[in-house]
């Protein structure tokens, strides 16, 4: 096996390491927190239990905001860096909890942060995990950055936007094919935000949702495409114009 595709212990034990300071950040929240029965306090996998979970923290959110605030974003930064599905209910609950203004900044805050964090601990760990789970999509990414690094940020927020690609495979395998933090950052601060306002705003009224299907309607699926477009447009325009100069100047020496 190669060098690069080798995990060493070291590399195991920073994992650990960072999985450890997240925990000892929840553990910080909870011994905070008055005596009482948190059998509720799990991760949601469903409506159901989301619901569950909501109604329980609504009776602590207001005498207990910082708490409350604090261990929502240790669990969604924990998620987004080790790659933990679910981060749908947490942008849901934030809606449910802090309603539209202060729940999109929460998940947009507690996404960016988590992104990054994936973003910093792949860059040090993460080409064979990359290389090992994603072969086809990484290459396919990496093509895809070398051709548009003139307007990569264009392209980072089309990724963003779109679900073209995973989020949870862009955060770890940017750094792997040398998109610039700055890039990365700002691509997923703006670009997150529509999704984050669709779900955010459907966790408001959270008692009326059946599935987790009705999150995006065709109206809302379409928006994001179009916003996902206005964002690679310039890439394109960039490209076409390239091309004239090209057959200008071809034209010229002729």
């Not at 959110?61 to 708490?67: F, K, L, N």
């Not at 960016?112 to 080409?127: E, I, Q």
């Amino acid at each position: 096996m190669a060098r690069e595709d080798r995990f060493p212990v070291w590399e195991a034990a920073l994992l650990a390491g960072v999985a450890a300071i997240f925990a000892a950040g929840l553990v910080g929240v909870y011994v905070s927190m008055p005596s009482s029965d948190y059998s509720f306090l799990k991760l949601p996998r469903n409506l159901q239990e989301l619901q569950v979970l909501t109604d329980h923290l609504e009776d602590y959110s207001s005498d207990y905001t910082v708490q409350v605030l604090v261990g929502y974003c240790a669990v969604y930064i924990f998620m987004q860096t080790f790659m933990i599905p679910g981060t749908i209910f947490m942008s849901l609950l934030a809606g449910a909890l802090f309603g539209q203004l202060g729940g999109l900044a929460l998940v947009v805050f507690a996404a960016t942060a988590g992104a990054s964090s994936c973003y910093f601990l792949s860059k040090l760990v993460g080409k064979p995990l990359v290389f090992s789970l994603w072969p086809d999509k990484l290459s396919f990414f990496q093509k895809q950055v070398g051709k548009r690094r003139e307007k990569l940020l264009n392209y980072m927020l089309f990724l963003r936007v779109t679900p073209t690609l995973p989020n949870t495979f862009i955060n770890f395998a940017s750094p792997i094919v040398d998109v610039p933090y700055h890039i990365f950052f700002l691509a997923t601060a703006i670009g997150l935000i529509p999704a984050a306002y669709v779900t955010v705003r459907a966790g408001i009224t959270l008692s009326d949702l059946r599935s987790l299907n009705d999150l995006y309607d065709p109206q809302s699926i379409a928006l994001l495409f179009f916003i996902g477009i206005v964002s690679v447009t310039p890439t394109l325009m960039n490209k076409k114009e390239t091309q004239a100069k090209a057959s200008d100047m071809a034209a010229s020496t002729n």
